[in-house]
């Protein structure tokens, strides 16, 4: 008896590092994040990493129990975290009329009449994902488009980016809206040269509309969620720091993952117009930690596309228009002093120079660095005050991709001048800055490698670039790991449990069918996720 029970206490007292794995990869490289040069293998014991090196010395980590994946020539990194991104947008995209890629209006209008044929909903339609950028029309999709194919039944579709949509007639006549209808602060109704509305509203105008739309139910969201954390573990993703959450989905996302149904790490940004519960109760968390509230999200301006990003000089290509400022000052100011109080974190959308600079105006003297605030997009920035970020501690929240989709119509907004602080993600880490990667799916498609892509190669999937689209601004493979990994764990105040492959940290881990610290740039984009372990479970494995 005294025998087994000197086994027994010896059994409880050896460390964790020496148990058999829960599960082994090797099979691949192995990149850390930590030295450039890959490793062999990695194993995991208790959802922790508990070994990174040989794989000689990885096979010491076997048990009858261990899960042993081969990886056969894919390569292993941290786990991939979106930095930016709308998570149940993502799921809401898969679940409803989605208009990405129409190549053209007459395309997304074909595409609309498609749907009514075939689903014949009842009541306002709703629907995403346009672009005109490209298309053959020039222009903005529009209410003569829509209304031969749904003259009686209201049709509200969002442009991609989310700060335009457009109604067709049956829409405006049961939202109440003609011509005399003024537009509220920090939004746009546009009209046509003789007055007549076009049926596309920006920004703030967008509510007018919008109103139509039925609230989604506790099971429409529950479903967007479930479709969301099933695409983006597809693409290899292991957590999404989500942007404009609505309160009442805070819940939710604890109680998907009470139940075992939240496949990722979720960081949330709340609402600022819903932020008043987590100003009272603070930063909070799920048992598990899978799922993280303690940041706000505010906007300050519109988008570039849709002319609503605020500018100090007006739009090169409609000079008269120098974009929206859509909060005002004294709302953004009252905002950030409840977050300040409360250790809360703020993600402030800005998008134009003019929109930057306020919001970095408006940090000032706030504790920025401290609080770790955050800019979204930081996409239009005056070079004078790149270096303001670092200075004040600020973290430039940035989605590469944006890039390689605005190359074909930013010069035309902002003239050439104004490209030398446009997407400038090296000049951000030259001065000092942190920077995160982040997709703003569903504004796009939402895939790791195109984000790696474009940061690492600045050209369009065709491999287009502008001769004045500044290469320069071009990223280092490992410049590029980072925005994805380390930094997107220090902006979510997790740097010491995620963003590397060392042993004791968290085992969120992405493999790629691409090695995407050596293949060719024009490859990368080409591959796909064929792992995702989020804390030592496997989540998604490819066929």
Do not use: C
């Amino acid at each position: 008896m005294n025998r087994r029970l000197f086994l027994l206490a010896t059994l409880l007292a050896t460390p964790a590092a020496a148990q058999p794995a829960d599960l082994m990869i090797w099979g691949g490289p192995v990149y850390t994040g930590v030295a450039p040069k890959a490793v062999d293998a990695v194993a995991v014991a208790g959802g922790k990493i508990v070994y990174v090196g040989s794989k000689a010395g990885a096979q010491a980590k076997l048990g009858p129990n261990t899960q042993v994946i081969d990886l056969k020539g894919a390569a292993l990194f941290p786990g991939f975290t979106d930095g930016h991104a709308h998570l149940r947008g993502i799921g809401e995209r898969e679940l409803s009329l989605n208009l990405e890629g129409s190549k053209s209006a007459a395309e997304a209008t074909a595409r609309v009449k498609a749907y009514l044929a075939q689903r014949k909903p009842a009541g306002p339609v709703f629907g995403r994902g346009w672009i005109e950028t490209g298309w053959p029309e020039g222009r903005f999709l529009n209410r003569d488009d829509l209304d031969p194919i749904a003259p009686d039944q209201p049709v509200i579709l969002v442009r991609a980016d989310g700060h335009a949509l457009t109604a067709n007639t049956a829409a405006l006549k049961a939202a109440g809206i003609t011509e005399a209808t003024p537009a509220p602060d920090g939004g746009a109704i546009l009209k046509d040269a003789q007055g007549r509305l076009t049926g596309v509203f920006v920004d703030n105008a967008m509510g007018l509309i919008r109103k139509l739309r039925t609230a989604p139910t506790e099971a429409d969201r529950r479903a967007a969620f479930e479709a969301a954390f099933k695409v983006e573990a597809a693409y290899g993703w292991t957590g999404v720091h989500s942007m404009s959450v609505d309160w009442a989905d805070v819940s939710l996302l604890e109680a998907m993952d009470a139940e075992g149904k939240a496949a990722l790490r979720v960081y949330n940004a709340v609402d600022g117009d819903q932020a008043g519960p987590l100003f009272t109760t603070g930063p909070r968390a799920s048992r598990s930690g899978r799922i993280t509230t303690r940041a706000i999200k505010l906007y300050e301006d519109g988008a570039l596309g849709s002319r609503g990003a605020a500018l100090f000089a007006p739009y090169a290509d409609a000079p008269t228009t120098s974009g929206l400022v859509v909060t005002s000052p004294e709302t953004m100011r009252a905002s950030m002093a409840k977050a300040r109080a409360a250790g809360i974190q703020v993600a402030t959308h800005a998008i134009g120079d003019r929109g930057n600079a306020n919001v970095l105006d408006l940090y000032a003297g706030q504790d920025a660095s401290k609080l770790r605030w955050r800019i979204e997009h930081s996409q239009i920035v005056r070079p004078a005050d790149i270096p303001r970020f670092a200075a004040m501690g600020v973290i430039a929240s940035m989605q590469p991709s944006h890039a390689i989709g605005d190359l074909h119509f930013a010069p035309a907004r902002l003239g050439e001048a104004r490209l030398a602080g446009a997407y400038a993600w090296k000049d951000m880490l030259k001065a000092g800055a942190r920077v995160v990667g982040g997709s703003d799916a569903p504004v796009e498609r939402g895939d790791p490698l195109i984000e790696f892509y474009a940061a690492v190669a600045r050209k369009d999937l065709s491999g287009f670039s502008a001769p004045d689209w500044q290469p320069e601004q071009k990223l280092s493979r490992a410049e590029a790991l980072k925005l994805f990994t380390s930094e997107a764990a220090w902006a979510s105040f997790a740097e010491n449990e995620l963003g590397t492959i060392e042993v004791g940290r968290i085992a969120d881990l992405s493999a790629f069918s691409v090695d995407l610290m050596t293949a060719p740039e024009a490859e990368i984009p080409k591959g796909r996720a064929v792992l995702t372990v989020v804390d030592g479970k496997v989540v998604y494995r490819a066929d």
